[in-house]
């Protein structure tokens, strides 16, 4: 069923309510992450000291990061250069081909691997369809570019059915 595939994994409010203990304890090796409205505001260009913070706890753990983000090279290599952190850029989620590309790149299996993201029609949606274990992040920003705004209304609707339905165990803010 195509809700189905709508349905994170977990839901978090943010990414550093992500236990990185229990992601160890699950064998993930990697982090696929959405850049904007998940690491920070889409129209932030580089990192805050708490994602810094964050990324570091990964790389300490032994999990790696890939950004997977639809948005333009420019924007994407903004954000991830200063940080040597990879990045897949036009991902054209929620297609498999970028989600793929970065468990090659870092040499991890789909298992191995945990999607993060903001949207349930690009992040979850492409990670649910190829296995990915998913989590829904509250967006950071408030606001966001066009296209965006337009799939936020698409997930209004279908939040709201599928806790109607009682498939949805987290409450969804207003």
Not at 51 to 61: C, F, G, K, P, S
Not at 92 to 104: E, S
Not at 126 to 137: Q, Y
Request: positive net charge; hydrophobic residues 45%.
């Amino acid at each position: 069923m195509f809700l189905e595939k709508l349905m994170p994994s977990q839901f978090v409010e943010s990414i550093h309510h992500i236990d990185i203990d229990q992601l160890k304890r699950n064998n993930i090796r990697a982090v696929i992450t959405d850049l904007d409205n998940t690491l920070v505001e889409w129209d932030r260009p580089h990192a805050t000291e708490e994602v810094i913070n964050w990324l570091a706890q990964m790389h300490e753990a032994g999990i790696q990061v890939t950004v997977v983000s639809n948005n333009n090279k420019e924007r994407v290599d903004r954000f991830c250069a200063p940080l040597n952190l990879g990045f897949i850029y036009a991902a054209k989620k929620p297609t498999n081909r970028a989600f793929l590309q970065a468990v090659r790149q870092m040499n991890v299996t789909i298992a191995e691997t945990v999607v993060i993201g903001d949207q349930l029609f690009t992040d979850v949606l492409g990670g649910n369809r190829l296995g990915f274990h998913t989590i829904l992040v509250v967006p950071v920003a408030q606001t966001d570019g066009f296209w965006t705004r337009f799939n936020r209304q698409m997930e209004r609707v279908a939040l709201i059915w599928m806790e109607r339905k009682g498939m949805v165990s987290w409450r969804r803010k207003a």
